[in-house]
């Protein structure tokens, strides 16, 4: 049996869910003539208008109750709207952890919406839900985006939880804001990155493929060998905390040198080499390969962990 695609929205009270999903709703590419399911897990501000969901064939359940948002509740959903999709609109203040979705149904795509001007108060007080959030997302998108005082910091903050996430920041008027400004020269042919400047490169690099292609970085690293990693490669990187203390992660690129094998891990170096983009099985994609042109050996710096 075919799977039914369900769309993930999530973000907390009044951050712009019920809008968002109203303005999908409304887009011809988004409309389709078999049954839409919209469940909703919150009510706020914004209601949603019973002329546009009949005109987009969208059928509204209301699930007010965490514990009522279970595998049982969704199958008895489906099988009394026989949808063609679902969409969700979460509940931010729930645990997403707990959630348990039926076989039945096929994660299409999360996003996560968020309010610029709430953002430094929930980001600062409650960062492992927006964490958990954004973690899971392919989609971020920061609305009134005015509020925030550093585009930039907000971006890295966001991209450090899930680097893999496309991050959209729109202002009052819905303009997008610009991509995020390096702290360094990006047409120089040689970054010589500091402990501060580290993380914002790897996000970066990782982001925008083949935009360092040929250039030469020196920056001090950690040296990490993951098992079964090749003789000649192993990771330079930096510990890194993008949520909390017991959220780490280790943020370094695959590098190749025929002397890999004299160093061991958690070896500090201070490590020159060349930018490359290849495919990688380790990456599933291709990503940045480092070639080593000089390593020496060094001490850790006074702040070894990154902080975002």
């Not at 610009?178 to 970066?204: N, R, S």
Request: aromatic content about 12%; glycine content about 4%; hydrophobic content about 35%.
């Amino acid at each position: 049996m075919e799977r039914i695609p369900y769309y993930f929205i999530n973000g907390f009270l009044e951050s712009g869910k019920t809008e968002f999903i109203k303005y999908t709703l409304s887009q011809d590419y988004f409309r389709m003539r078999e049954t839409t399911l919209l469940i909703v897990c919150e009510e706020g501000i914004e209601e949603y208008d019973e002329k546009l969901l009949k005109k987009n064939n969208t059928v509204i359940e209301y699930i007010e109750d965490e514990e009522d948002f279970n595998k049982d509740k969704l199958k008895d959903l489906i099988i009394k709207h026989k949808p063609a999709r679902i969409v969700i609109e979460y509940n931010g203040m729930w645990d997403m952890k707990n959630i348990d979705i039926p076989n039945s149904m096929e994660l299409a795509q999360q996003i996560t919406i968020i309010d610029g001007t709430t953002y430094d108060n929930y980001f600062q007080n409650m960062r492992s839900l927006m964490a958990e959030m954004v973690r899971r997302s392919e989609l971020v998108i920061v609305n009134r985006c005015d509020a925030i005082e550093d585009y930039n910091a907000c971006r890295r903050n966001l991209k450090a939880i899930n680097p893999s996430a496309e991050i959209v920041l729109e202002d009052a008027n819905g303009e997008v804001e610009e991509e995020m400004v390096m702290p360094f020269d990006v047409e120089a042919d040689h970054i010589d990155l500091t402990d501060e400047t580290y993380g914002i490169w790897f996000l970066d690099a990782m982001d925008n493929i083949g935009k360092y292609e040929g250039k030469t970085i020196s920056y001090t690293a950690m040296v990490m060998k993951p098992e079964g990693m090749p003789r000649n490669y192993f990771v330079p990187g930096r510990p890194a905390m993008t949520c909390c203390a017991d959220d780490m992660t280790f943020m370094g690129y695959i590098c190749f040198s025929r002397h890999a094998v004299e160093y061991n891990n958690k070896d500090w170096i201070k490590l020159i080499a060349e930018v490359k983009y290849e495919f990688r099985h380790e990456y599933n994609e291709e990503g940045p390969v480092l070639y080593a042109k000089s390593i020496e050996r060094t001490s850790a710096p006074k702040q070894p962990i990154i902080t975002f």
